[in-house]
């Protein structure tokens, strides 16, 4: 009974947070990392195509840490540890740990089972590949009882986004892929993000050895393969490329970018009370609202603590890090100039599961319907042909880097 009543009060501060009727502004994550090989290993950042040399580099910019100006890495913006959180919350779903509601389009090409949910899609539920869906019966998903539902809402009525896709509510959503003069956007009511702090820029040489050292020599390309041109000037119209280019010979080792070196690795996430609390639901109960948007609070929670709650974080390869520390926080209004915070109730996942139930449960007693199954989709006939085509082998490609 102990549990339950500390669940049931820490569910109301947090309802009374994401309704602005308490000073709690926001729940903030601190963490700081380093990578698994010990302090000053080289990790890698996303690489990115860079303005001043059209080159690979890294995204780096001045920040303050600590009071000190500091030049910082980007490790993971904020779009990316959005997805994160959205993976992890979806895996736990697959796992039948609970259910949150979403759209999934299914599909099959070359024998292989397709499936894209609107928790993996680029633009979430308003993504061109559900636009570009129809249900079974073949009527366009916008043109369906949800698909409508959807396209309909607007800023001052997003319940069927709490109903259908309540998670395009808390990592943003912007219906830019349909024709339509005031487009629904809702920006992010969670965000994180982590940086590499005095970054210092390593060297690799990339290359590789063949061990037949089989010749660099030109060859014809086709369709269905490859063959040698034995010094013979090909044909016009035949595309022509280096065994290298193909996998094969030696490919020299050239300089590029090596990953980094940093002091110190961190971690900053916010739930923001103040876009919560500006979410509104056309003419739901205030209760319903209330609840509704302390059930959204309570997911941001879940998705961050499924996502980030382990002693250790993979961000892609070469990029491993172990957690040295953590604080999760409400912050709440300043007092002699400086903020207040006290650290949240509990961060354990079964607890933030235990809260969201308890959130669903309030939500669900005051009138909100929430699914058991996704929203179900399939591809129209041009989606499914430009699916398929994707998935067909058409020759042979380039070698790339690693």
């Given amino acids: 009974m102990e549990v339950i009543s500390s669940m049931?009060?820490?569910?109301?501060?947090?309802?009374?947070?994401?309704?602005?009727q308490s000073d709690d502004s926001a729940i903030r994550v601190r963490a700081v990392y380093e990578p698994t090989g010990g302090p000053?290993?080289?990790?890698?950042?996303?690489?990115?195509?860079?303005?001043?040399?059209?080159?690979?580099?890294?995204?780096?910019?001045?920040r303050y840490v600590d009071g000190a100006p500091v030049t910082v890495v980007l490790l993971d913006q904020r779009q990316s540890q959005a997805n994160r959180c959205e993976q992890a919350l979806l895996d736990a779903v697959r796992r039948q740990d609970f259910f949150l509601p979403h759209?999934?389009?299914?599909?099959?090409a070359e024998g292989v089972p397709v499936r894209i949910t609107s928790l993996e899609a680029p633009h979430?539920?308003?993504?061109?590949?559900?636009?570009?869906?129809?249900?079974?019966?073949?009527?366009?998903?916008?043109?369906?009882?949800?698909?409508?539902?959807l396209r309909q809402a607007?800023?001052?009525?997003?319940?069927?986004?709490?109903r259908l896709v309540p998670s395009d509510l808390l990592y943003g959503v912007w219906d830019s892929h349909r024709k339509r003069r005031i487009q629904v956007k809702v920006p992010r009511a969670y965000t994180s993000e982590m940086y590499g702090v005095a970054p210092l820029v390593g060297v690799k040489a990339a290359g590789r050895v063949d061990?037949?050292?089989?010749?660099?020599?030109?060859?014809?390309?086709?369709?269905?393969?490859?063959?040698?041109l034995d010094g013979a000037k090909p044909a016009k119209g035949v595309v022509t490329a280096?065994?290298?280019?193909?996998?094969?010979?030696?490919i020299p080792p050239s300089e590029g970018i090596g990953g980094v070196s940093v002091k110190s690795v961190h971690r900053q996430a916010t739930v923001s009370m103040a876009q919560l609390a500006s979410l509104r639901f056309g003419r739901a109960e205030e209760e319903l609202a209330a609840a509704g948007?302390?059930?959204?609070?309570?997911?941001?929670?879940?998705?961050?603590?499924?996502?980030?709650?382990?002693?250790?974080?993979?961000?892609?390869?070469?990029?491993?890090?172990?957690?040295?520390?953590?604080?999760?926080?409400?912050?709440?209004?300043?007092?002699d100039g400086r903020p207040v915070t006290q650290p949240l109730e509990t961060t354990a996942v079964r607890d933030m599961l235990e809260l969201f139930e308890t959130a669903l449960e309030r939500a669900q007693k005051a009138g909100l319907e929430w699914a058991s199954a996704p929203v179900r989709v399939q591809p129209n006939p041009s989606l499914q042909q430009a699916i398929a085509k994707s998935y067909a082998i058409a020759g042979i490609g380039e070698v790339g880097d690693e």
């Fill in 8 to 20: 049931e009060e820490l569910y109301e501060r947090l309802r009374t947070a994401a309704n602005r």
């Fill in 40 to 62: 000053g290993t080289r990790i890698f950042p996303p690489t990115v195509k860079t303005k001043a040399t059209d080159a690979a580099g890294y995204l780096t910019e001045p």
């Fill in 103 to 108: 759209l999934e389009l299914a599909t099959e």
């Fill in 124 to 149: 979430r539920s308003r993504d061109a590949y559900f636009r570009d869906a129809q249900d079974s019966d073949g009527t366009a998903f916008d043109q369906t009882e949800d698909g409508a539902a």
């Fill in 154 to 162: 607007e800023a001052g009525d997003l319940s069927a986004y709490l």
């Fill in 211 to 228: 061990r037949l050292n089989l010749a660099g020599d030109t060859v014809a390309v086709t369709e269905s393969g490859w063959s040698p």
């Fill in 242 to 250: 280096r065994m290298s280019e193909l996998g094969h010979g030696m």
């Fill in 293 to 335: 948007r302390a059930l959204l609070a309570a997911i941001a929670l879940l998705g961050d603590r499924l996502a980030f709650a382990a002693p250790a974080l993979h961000l892609r390869s070469g990029c491993d890090l172990v957690v040295v520390s953590e604080q999760v926080e409400w912050v709440q209004r300043g007092a």
